[in-house]
């Protein structure tokens, strides 16, 4: 095995991938262009959604104003609130959206408060309407503001003081760091994002230069060649890998500054404080590498295996799925991986991933993980070199 | 140079069974020869010539190229040969210059030797104009011309050289023909296959003409016209495959 040879079609690889505009698009066009401007689009509308909600006032209709000449008050000194004052049932307006709310008062009311009695009203609004909800919780606030009026006023009839309404005062001491909340931020979705960027990253171009050399006919010019059918896995091996590992990064990249930007525009971030250590990206990096290796190794034999680029898609779909659905399961709250379920590929990445990303640094996952990913990586390399020496896997048609 | 002696390959297709894809041939191809392999299409030509080329095994028989045994030292072997055919492509997102140095490089040469020999050979291919192009601009002409380019420029003393003008324009492939015959010139071993009896007249020295895995005639084009009634290599054809068919 000469590492000339292995480098010679790994640097022939990169070159052919890298001129291929799709790679360019997927690679960097997409993460770095796409998504910054699409989340900064949604950021921008919902903002501007929220404010048309935000800034109108909200129109509400009182039924029985008379029974609560105080709340009444209030409600009208407020100049998020327009009040209609009617007797007749209006359902329709509220249906409608002529109104945004409306309040019942009972005939009671009035008499309910002075017998110091709960005073009942009713609010009706419209949950799946934005304005709605936005006039609900305006008239809450006052309704809310009005009660601690009349409890005052109760207590000092009693001639108690203030402070007889509140019997204890809990004080609540967060002891994470800005790391660990990050970390427990991160966690829930990041492994998810590694994988399936790691996977989406190698498809392309493992399938590419596979298939797509059967499709176009250079791969028996390889063959006829001095380099030997495991220089040539190798080599096509550690193009996918950089490729992929690239597209994983970039992926990222634009992610965050997807979310950073869509969530400054919609209002800002508060309470995420970003913060990670050398040596969490060291461990993330252990367990990164070897995953790595393994979608590209996989890719790259089902690939090889595959007639032309079609048939090499066709394969791929389920094992994309397959590693979704792992991802899925490691985004799920509250499980937890036993043992031997670290032997399992992908599962056991984004478990460590996200134990790594909790702080919690299980030695024995982490080397049973490497492990395992490795091996498996390697014996998919060696099925790759042996499907290149078979006749019928190379000349089929 | 190239000594096959009861070239046997069967297949194992789970439709259709055992196909023996070729059988028994027997023949020598000396340097500055061109041998013709002439048949009609699934005759056995391009498995000959893979077996020939190391890319498959044979079943049965003994097969050396330039001394060498084709299974034995099969990675020596590939060193010894340049090999084209109408399935070998070009890499779309190189230029010519690039093309050749890969494979200069991945046939073990140093880049000096690589680029004095390339700057000879598209000279005289007539390939400078568009040396630094991208293949998927070229014409099929000139990218034939980089195939060419391709396959000799690690000098291999043996050429296998795959229907090299199906698909291709008559200028084209003259063009083609023309270099055949001046390597052919140089002292190069040249195994030709083809299924268009006008260029095996031409071109080849020693004709070997194969139905259906089976060698039913070689020699040069006078003594088969020898040995038949006709003075036509079609008409020739056509008796053979219709003796080969009555026999078998």
Request: net charge positive; with cysteine.
């Amino acid at each position: 095995m000469s590492w000339r040879n292995i480098k010679l079609i790994f640097i022939k690889e990169l070159v052919g991938t890298i001129r291929d505009k799709r790679t360019i698009i997927a690679m960097i066009i997409i993460p770095l262009i796409f998504y910054p401007v699409l989340f900064t689009g949604i950021g921008y509308f919902n903002k501007l959604g929220s404010m048309k909600s935000e800034e109108a006032a909200s129109k509400i209709i009182i039924r029985g104003a008379e029974f609560a000449p105080q709340l009444v008050k209030h409600l009208r000194d407020s100049e998020k609130v327009e009040i209609l004052i009617t007797e007749e049932d209006s359902p329709n307006k509220l249906q409608n959206g002529d109104v945004q709310a409306v309040l019942v008062i009972p005939s009671d009311f009035k008499y309910k408060i002075e017998q110091e009695e709960p005073g009942k009203l009713i609010l009706k609004y419209d949950t799946t309407e934005a304005k709605s909800r936005v006039a609900q919780k305006r008239v809450n606030q006052i309704i809310e503001k009005y009660k601690g009026e009349i409890l005052l006023q109760r207590i000092s009839r009693l001639n108690l003081q203030e402070e007889f309404l509140t019997p204890l005062i809990l004080q609540e001491e967060n002891i994470a760091t800005a790391e660990k909340i990050t970390g427990s931020f991160l966690a829930v979705i990041l492994p998810y994002l590694i994988i399936i960027l790691i996977f989406a990253g190698a498809m392309h171009t493992a399938v590419d230069i596979t298939a797509g050399e059967k499709e176009r006919g250079t791969i028996a010019t390889l063959l006829v060649s001095q380099i030997s059918r495991l220089e040539i896995v190798l080599g096509k091996c550690f193009a996918v890998m950089l490729i992929s590992f690239t597209s994983m990064v970039l992926g990222l990249l634009g992610l965050t500054l997807a979310f950073l930007l869509g969530a400054s525009i919609a209002g800002g971030i508060e309470g995420v404080n970003f913060g990670i250590s050398i040596n969490t990206i060291f461990l993330l990096f252990l367990v990164l590498f070897p995953l790595v290796g393994l979608a590209s190794a996989v890719l790259v034999m089902v690939g090889i295996f595959a007639r032309n680029i079609r048939e090499a898609s066709s394969y791929i779909t389920p094992i994309y799925m397959l590693t979704v659905f792992l991802g899925v399961i490691s985004v799920s709250q509250g499980m937890e991986l036993t043992g031997k379920m670290f032997l399992v590929p992908i599962l056991n990445s984004s478990f460590v991933f996200k134990e790594i990303l909790m702080g919690k640094i299980y030695w024995n996952h982490i080397l049973i993980t490497f492990s395992a990913n490795i091996i498996i990586a390697g014996l998919a390399l060696l099925g790759a070199t042996r499907l290149f020496t078979k006749e019928e896997v190379l000349f089929r048609s | 140079m190239i000594q096959v002696e009861g070239m046997t390959k069967i297949f194992h297709d789970k439709k259709r069974g055992k196909i023996v894809a070729v059988n028994n041939l027997e023949f020598n191809c000396r340097k500055g020869q061109v041998f013709g392999l002439l048949g009609p299409n699934g005759a056995g030509k391009t498995t000959t010539l893979r077996i020939l080329a190391t890319m498959i095994l044979p079943t049965k028989g003994k097969i050396m190229v330039n001394e060498l045994d084709v299974v034995k030292h099969a990675a020596k072997v590939r060193s010894q040969i340049g090999f084209l055919s109408s399935e070998t492509g070009l890499y779309d997102r190189f230029t010519p210059r690039e093309t050749v140095m890969f494979f200069g490089r991945i046939n073990g040469m140093k880049d000096k030797i690589i680029e004095k020999r390339r700057a000879e050979i598209f000279h005289n291919l007539d390939m400078e104009d568009f040396q630094d192009v991208r293949v998927n601009k070229l014409s099929t002409g000139m990218k034939q011309k980089l195939s060419i380019a391709r396959s000799i420029i690690h000098d291999p003393p043996v050429l296998i050289l795959d229907e090299p003008t199906v698909g291709l324009d008559i200028i084209t492939a003259r063009t083609v023909t023309e270099y055949v015959k001046s390597f052919r010139d140089q002292g190069k071993c040249i195994v030709y296959s083809t299924h268009i009896m006008r260029e095996a007249e031409k071109m080849c020295d020693v004709i070997a003409i194969i139905h259906q895995g089976n060698l039913i005639a070689q020699g040069t084009l006078s003594e088969l016209k020898k040995n038949s009634s006709s003075d036509d290599l079609e008409e020739i054809f056509f008796e053979l495959i219709n003796q080969g068919e009555n026999l078998g």
